[in-house]
């Protein structure tokens, strides 16, 4: 099945598999919906909206939002999200299915790692260390790697049919699927080997080593670093010894998951060049990767009720009203507007009024001066700079609806095996359940 449109003038646009998102979300195989995208597009309120169809059409899902925003826990009425799986209210439930919603908290989920894998004594000495709080808290690449972590964590304990994904916004990288990698290297690198080889010498024969075999590295380290932050980082790498095998060993099974056929990435678009120039680099780096992309997700699509009426024509009868054409006029003989000729049917007698040659008085010649220097009193020239307003925003809508096909036409053109759905623009913001299952439903077209 493919989505064939036409423009405005009849000539057929390029034409894309129809993405069908209901049997993506009915099927049991279903396990883990990745949605990912550049900034802006509506990649939170996507994943929301899945969640809710994914629940009221039976199936036990959670969401799992790593974007910072606020919206997703405001769209499903909870005041806020963090990271414990919270039921939704408000969801029919008849189907058997219910819809809990989560926030990241990187933080929070790098200490359950360590607490987790550690010992008492081992974890208090890695919590309390003040390199560990600098990296857990902001060290670039922690949010996503922490993010499959969490993933791994949620489809470990099967208490889920689906696990819907929101990543955060990345500007021309698949930031959450390198991030987990990078930050696996740098935990399991020559770097910190290099710095945990004392620790693992032991007593004065460790510091000797350090001493003769590495002043030139820790001397050149301490004017970088700081001395107190190169002794935090070394404690730091002594307590984590045992765990840094843990790290790459889970990474890689988490992007081994994120390649398996029960999960299904859905990359999210606006109909606008960069949006869409973003969803092209996605769609071949998921390739690349060996990642199932099920298909495109294009937002925010603009739509008319008049589809047939070009901005042209739209223009060119805006410009006749304003001018004081006539678009349309009836037949027979029409005066002009203002005109006091009498009809046939309505001769004018002089029996009762004027002088007796037949000369107007002066009454009946003010009468007619009024007649013809007023201008109409009906409303006829309102309408008609109305009817030519709505001509004009009818003409810009037409404008942006093709530049929006031309846009997609360049996209499918580059890449004509990917599915796309439509999601219709919405007059407003979604800020609740009801707008949710109206995106729901347009991205199903139901």
């Known amino acids: 099945m493919s989505a064939d449109r036409h423009r405005a003038d009849g000539t057929a646009m390029v034409s894309a598999p129809a993405l069908d998102i209901d049997p993506l979300l009915d099927d049991p195989a279903t396990r ?57 209210k408000g969801v029919d439930e008849s189907a058997g299915g219910e819809l809990h919603a989560m926030m990241l908290d990187m933080k929070r989920t790098f200490d359950e790692i360590v607490e987790a894998h550690a010992d ?36 470990s304990r099967d208490e889920w049919d689906l696990i819907v994904v929101d990543t955060p916004p990345s ?10 990698k990078r930050l696996g290297s740098f935990l399991d690198g020559k770097f910190i080997r290099v710095l945990m080889a004392p620790a693992k010498v032991g007593g004065r024969a460790g510091m000797k080593f350090l001493n003769v075999g ?98 042209d024509r739209a223009l060119a009868a805006a410009e ?60 006829t020239d309102d309408v008609a700079q109305l009817t030519a307003a709505l001509l004009r925003l009818h003409a810009e809508r037409m404008q942006v609806l093709a530049r929006e096909q031309r846009t997609r036409d360049r996209f499918t053109a580059l890449h004509p095996e990917v599915a796309v759905t439509e999601v219709a623009a919405l007059p407003g913001d979604v800020h609740d359940l009801a707008g949710l299952r109206t995106i729901g439903e347009r991205l199903s077209h139901r």
């Open 120 to 155: 008492a004594d081992r974890a208090r000495a890695i919590l309390d260390n003040p390199f560990y709080q600098s990296l857990s808290a902001g060290f670039a690449g922690t949010q996503e790697y922490m993010a499959m972590e969490k993933l791994g964590q949620l489809r």
């Open 214 to 311: 590495m002043s030139m590295m820790t001397g050149t380290l301490s004017k970088l670093m700081g001395g107190q932050l190169l002794r935090d980082v070394q404690t730091f790498v002594a307590a984590m010894d045992t765990m840094f095998g843990g790290f790459r060993t889970r990474a890689d099974a988490t992007y081994r998951l994120l390649q398996a056929p029960g999960t299904a990435f859905l990359v999210v678009a606006a109909p606008e060049r960069d949006a869409l120039r973003e969803a092209a680099y996605f769609v071949e780096r998921l390739a690349a990767e060996e990642m199932p992309l099920a298909g495109l997700v294009l937002n925010r699509v603009h739509g008319s009720g008049a589809p047939q009426l070009s901005a």
């Open 171 to 180: 500007r021309s990288a698949l930031d959450f699927l390198d991030a987990p």
């Open 320 to 379: 006749n009203l304003a001018q004081g054409g006539i678009v349309d006029q009836g037949d027979g003989n029409a005066a002009p507007r203002g005109s006091t000729a009498a009809s046939p049917e309505t001769p004018r007698t002089t029996a009762s009024s004027g002088a007796a040659d037949g000369t107007p008085t002066e009454s009946e010649h003010a009468e007619d001066t009024h007649a013809v220097d007023t201008p109409p009193t009906d409303g």
């Open 32 to 88: 883990i919906i990745v949605c990912c995208g550049s900034g802006g597009v509506g990649k939170t309120t996507t994943a929301a909206a899945l969640g809710v169809r994914a629940a009221e059409r039976g199936r036990r899902a959670v969401v799992l939002t790593i974007d910072p925003a606020r919206r997703l826990a405001q769209s499903m009425g909870i005041d806020s999200l963090d990271n414990v799986p919270r039921r939704v």
